[in-house]
């Protein structure tokens, strides 16, 4: 069965240096998210994309981030300096279609900032 | 906006015993519905989902989840439950009118003993 996949699985990073964490959607999705949870706190939803731009952004999602799809198969999303408080888990997720379609979701990375 | 509570924090229950976990959604226009389990160290999930028709909803592993409109809820169940059904339990919306983003509750920590 198809999945998403993510890499790392698990990235340290140091305070104001920058991250990009990978993903690989399901090869026949046309919409990609990115989705981060803090621990102990909720799923919260950063940014979608579809056809090669940005379709929807929460207000979490701020200058300090960016998302690409540099080929036909990766998902990236960027985080130019990070803060302490950008610890997080970062879930990637696809779907085929829009609002009524599933979205698949990939492992996750955990991000530590220090 | 929209949001979405989850009552209970954590659920312990005995094996074979009935189970339901509470989601509680408010929104000022219809939703779709989800139900998304997280096992450890893996992604989320889909249970099960209303998209519109029945009022009662079918998923994978046995469980089950009504729609109420006129409560604006959207519980889960499982008749009886096992000690693989142990796991974080989210519960979701998503707006009919616009965007796909996903906005998930606070998770429900649902330990199944034997």
């Known amino acids: 069965e198809p999945e998403v996949t993510q890499t790392p699985s698990h990235q340290v990073t140091q305070m104001g240096q920058e991250v990009i964490l990978r993903c690989v959607p399901i090869?026949?999705?046309?919409?990609f998210y990115w989705y981060r949870q803090i621990l102990g706190q909720k799923v919260e939803f950063l940014v979608s994309?579809?056809?090669?731009?940005?379709?929807?952004k929460s207000e979490i999602f701020d200058d300090q981030f960016s998302v690409e799809r540099p080929d036909g198969s990766n998902f990236t999303l960027k985080i130019r300096s990070t803060k302490l408080e950008d610890s997080a888990m970062y879930f990637c997720?696809?779907?085929?279609?829009?609002?009524?379609?599933?979205?698949?979701f990939g492992p996750g990375t955990r991000l530590t900032v220090t | 906006a929209q949001s979405v509570t989850q009552l209970d924090s954590q659920v312990p229950v005995f094996e074979e015993a009935p189970v339901e976990l509470r989601c509680n959604y408010s929104?000022?226009?219809?939703?779709?519905l989800f139900w998304y389990v997280q096992y450890p160290n893996q992604g989320l999930q889909l249970l099960l989902k209303?998209?519109?028709?029945?009022?009662l909803v079918k998923g994978i592993n046995g469980f089950e989840a009504e729609f109420n409109k006129s409560q604006t809820s959207f519980h889960l169940r499982k008749p009886s439950v096992h000690i693989s059904d142990t796991a974080e339990y989210f519960c979701?919306?998503?707006?009919?009118?616009?965007?796909?983003?996903?906005?998930f509750g606070e998770g429900t920590q649902l330990t199944v003993n034997p």
């Open positions: 090869s026949n999705h046309l919409y």
């Open positions: 997720a696809s779907s085929v279609g829009g609002s009524m379609y599933e979205q698949y």
């Open positions: 994309f579809y056809n090669n731009e940005i379709s929807e």
């Open positions: 929104s000022s226009v219809s939703v779709y």
């Open positions: 979701a919306v998503r707006l009919l009118s616009s965007g796909s983003r996903l906005t």
């Open positions: 209303y998209l519109s028709g029945s009022t």
